[in-house]
């Protein structure tokens, strides 16, 4: 199946601070989502991105599907932005959502 | 809308017991999914269903049964509970072939 890796795991940022998180993928995919998941749990839709680039706020998100990378940018961190960011592909050929193991954001005001 | 909704929202179970998450949603979405979330990692894929009546494996579908007799609805059933299914339950829906997910609360289970 196809494999999803995500870089850093780990990122501890000061408030202010920008940061950029990748998601690699193996095979080529017609979908691709980036998620937050807050200290609570609860998982919120960020970017649906298949292809090109996209932006809401501080958040913006790029999909270079012939290279099989996405990218996540934060802007101007926030506290609230602390949580787990998760990138999730599904295979052209493929009929599920293959999850990476996430990126740790802590934001430290 | 309330999108997608799960009860309960904490379970505790004895080995051996068997019980039901349930899971709705009201966007009128084709497919819905389960999935479980262990501590450190990404989700898995239980099992999914494309539309009403069609139901299939995901990545970790033992132990776990599925129904869809509506659109709406989507539970989970736990056959006989063991200590390895300690873990927090998601349920998804999506609004078609994308598998774009819009997920619910979630259903955190302990087994003892």
């Known amino acids: 199946g196809i494999q999803v890796e995500q870089s850093p795991p780990d990122l501890i940022l000061q408030e202010g601070a920008n940061s950029t998180l990748r998601c690699n993928f193996s095979d080529s995919v017609n979908n691709l989502q980036w998620f937050h998941q807050n200290p609570w749990g609860q998982l919120i839709n960020l970017f649906y991105i298949p292809s090109g680039t996209k932006q809401n706020g501080r958040l913006s998100a790029t999909t270079v599907a012939t290279e099989r990378y996405s990218l996540l940018y934060i802007s101007s961190s926030q506290t609230t932005d602390s949580g787990v960011y998760f990138c999730?592909?599904?295979?052209?050929?493929?009929?599920?959502?293959?999850f990476g193991e996430g990126t740790q954001l802590t934001v430290n005001p | 809308n309330a999108g997608v909704t799960q009860t309960p929202k904490f379970q505790v179970l004895k080995t051996g017991q068997s019980m039901t998450l349930q899971c709705a949603q009201d966007m009128n979405h084709e497919y819905m999914s389960w999935y479980r979330q262990d501590p450190g990692m990404g989700l898995r894929l239980i099992h999914y269903?494309?539309?009403?009546?069609?139901?299939d494996q995901g990545e970790v579908p033992n132990g776990y049964n599925v129904s869809r007799s509506t659109t709406e609805d989507f539970p989970l059933r736990l056959l006989s509970a063991a200590p390895s299914q300690t873990s927090v339950y998601f349920c998804?829906?999506?609004?078609?072939?994308?598998?774009?997910?819009?997920f619910g609360p979630g259903t955190r289970l302990t087994v003892t």
């Open positions: 269903s494309v539309g009403a009546g069609i139901t």
């Open positions: 998804a829906s999506s609004p078609g072939r994308t598998w774009e997910q819009y």
């Open positions: 999730a592909v599904k295979e052209t050929s493929g009929s599920r959502l293959t």
